[in-house]
């Protein structure tokens, strides 16, 4: 089988990197929190390991929940019409939610789902991905908790996939082009 390390021309961020800025990240959520911990809402799949990380992190009750969605409409990525294909178990209503992400690239998908969120009379909504590309950025999203800010590369690793591989690499890597481009 293909080793998974082949086909990528850079890491951006080690497992080791990602740890410690999760760690710092947990301290700030943990102060903003200190009344009430909010309940973890999961965007699957991708953020299957910032999720378990971060929970880990916590030095309170994390409870979990996890939400399946899909992007569909004219295009084939991120048309800003999302699915719901896994609801919530948890009803939400007066509670503070913090939704947990890999990355946020148009920033669409997320958009969507914190009005969403907030339509159903949670108390709060606030966001945290471990990766950012502002320059991807097609909407405004607030987000309070942002690891790393990144460019527009295509990026995988860390729960990211390209056509679902990738997602169990450690740390954040630059796929190569010639595996996405048309040219092979
Ligand atoms: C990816 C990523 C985010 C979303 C970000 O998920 O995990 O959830 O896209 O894109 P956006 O900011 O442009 O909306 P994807 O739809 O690939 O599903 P996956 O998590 O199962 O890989
Ligand atoms: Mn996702
Ligand atoms: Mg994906």
């Known amino acids: 089988a293909k080793h998974l390390g082949d086909d990528l021309s850079a890491i951006l961020h080690t497992e080791s990197e990602l740890h410690a800025r999760l760690a710092e990240m947990a ?62 178990d948890a009803d939400i209503t007066g509670r503070d939610v913090l939704i947990v992400e890999d990355i946020i690239d148009s920033g669409l998908t997320l958009h969507w789902l914190k009005e969403n969120l907030e339509s159903r009379g949670a108390r709060s909504v606030r966001i945290c991905t471990m990766l950012r590309k502002p320059e991807a950025l097609k909407v405004q999203v607030d987000v309070a908790y942002v690891g790393f800010d990144i460019p527009v590369e295509f990026v995988v690793g860390y729960g990211l996939d390209y056509a679902e591989n990738y997602r169990n690499l450690r740390d954040v890597a630059v796929l190569a082009p010639h595996v996405y481009s048309d040219d092979g």
């Open 27 to 88: 301290r700030e959520i943990e102060a903003d929190y200190a009344d009430e911990p909010p309940l973890l809402v999961g965007v699957l799949k991708g953020a299957v390991m910032v999720m378990a990380d971060l929970a880990r992190e916590l030095r309170f009750h994390a409870q979990m929940d996890w939400m399946a969605v899909s992007s569909y409409g004219a295009g084939t990525k991120s048309s800003g019409v999302v699915k719901i294909l896994k609801d919530l």
